[in-house]
């Protein structure tokens, strides 16, 4: 079946412009994350949803990132006035419930590589 | 602080020799812990993954890890390597909690010669 889909898959920005990354997570899938993975580091989280709601943003390094999830499904990463610190392959995940209460897997799409110049 | 170490950054093994990789955690509550692969290109991919009972747990792709709490310690094994095996491969760790974000290790790249 379909997983998790990320577009584009490579965005490369001036620096000062403004960029928006798409997440597609499975679907009926209700948790989605957003992780930010340096050159030659792990991914780190940015934040999570559940549906539509943003329980947690404590990873997004700066008020110029923005992370919305109007509908509970497709969801948009957003860099405001890129700069080249933020160049990295920006992860989606999605896992399929939180009804039992416990951490489930979390389904990686393949990245977005933002490069800033 | 919670965190993952892999102490290798990067492995050589020959193709059908033996493989471990090391993972080391620091974590206040429970963990669950997991492994990832990463191919170029690709998504992360879970291997495996522990949340309790045996320590010992089998993954995909041949791959088993063991889990040892005295040494906070979830090393990655594969008895006999493949050239398809040559990824970065990542530990993390999480909480028992629904909506948990992953904390991963910085990664380990394996190479695999022939």
């Known amino acids: 079946g379909a997983g998790v889909s990320q577009s584009p898959r490579y965005k490369v920005a001036k620096r000062g412009q403004d960029v928006a990354l798409r997440c597609d997570p499975i679907?009926?899938?209700?948790?989605l994350f957003w992780y930010q993975q340096a050159l030659g580091q792990g991914p780190e989280f940015l934040t999570y949803f559940q549906n539509e709601a943003q329980l947690d943003k404590s990873g997004l390094p700066s008020d110029r990132f923005f992370a919305e999830r109007p509908e509970g499904s497709v969801s948009t990463l957003k860099i405001q006035r890129t700069q080249q610190e933020d160049s990295a392959v920006y992860l989606c995940?999605?896992?399929?419930?939180?009804?039992?209460?416990?951490?489930?897997?979390?389904?990686f799409g393949p990245g977005t590589r933002l490069t800033v110049t | 602080a919670q965190s993952v170490t892999q102490p290798d950054i990067h492995i050589t093994v020959s193709e059908g020799a033996s493989l471990e990789l090391r993972c080391n955690y620091s974590y206040g509550a429970t963990p669950y812990l997991f492994w990832y692969v990463q191919s170029p290109g690709q998504g992360l991919q879970l291997l495996l993954k522990y949340f309790s009972g045996d320590t010992l747990v089998q993954g995909i792709k041949g791959f088993e890890a063991e889990f040892k709490r005295s040494q906070s310690s979830f090393n990655l094994r594969k008895p006999s390597v493949h050239w398809s095996d040559a990824a970065e491969y990542f530990c993390?760790?999480?909480?028992?909690?629904?909506?948990?974000?992953?904390?991963f290790g910085k990664g380990t790249t394996l190479s695999v010669s022939s």
């Open positions: 995940a999605s896992s399929l419930s939180q009804a039992s209460g416990i951490l489930d897997e979390q389904y």
């Open positions: 993390a760790v999480g909480a028992n909690q629904a909506g948990t974000a992953l904390i």
């Open positions: 679907s009926g899938h209700v948790s």
